[in-house]
């Protein structure tokens, strides 16, 4: 396993534990990180993704 890393802009964090800061977001079931300034910026289409569950 390698390092966490922003599925945004690729930053990477200093381990393989996702940073507390960081949020996670599961899409197709695969695990989607998001480093804390891309969460920020896209915590509305997160949100909003995990409120239309229905498709
Ligand atoms: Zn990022």
Same mark, same amino acid.
């Given at each position: 396993?390698?390092?966490?890393?922003?599925?945004?802009?690729?930053?990477?964090?200093?381990?393989?534990?996702?940073?507390?800061?960081?949020?996670? #977001? +599961? /899409? $197709?079931?695969?695990?989607?990180?998001?480093?804390?300034?891309?969460?920020?910026?896209?915590?509305? #289409? +997160? /949100? $909003?993704?995990?409120?239309?569950?229905?498709?």
């Amino acid at each position: 396993m390698g390092v966490a890393a922003c599925a945004l802009c690729g930053q990477q964090g200093e381990s393989e534990d996702v940073p507390l800061t960081w949020a996670t #977001s +599961i /899409e $197709g079931g695969r695990k989607l990180l998001f480093c804390d300034r891309c969460a920020r910026e896209n915590v509305r #289409s +997160i /949100e $909003g993704k995990m409120d239309s569950v229905h498709w």
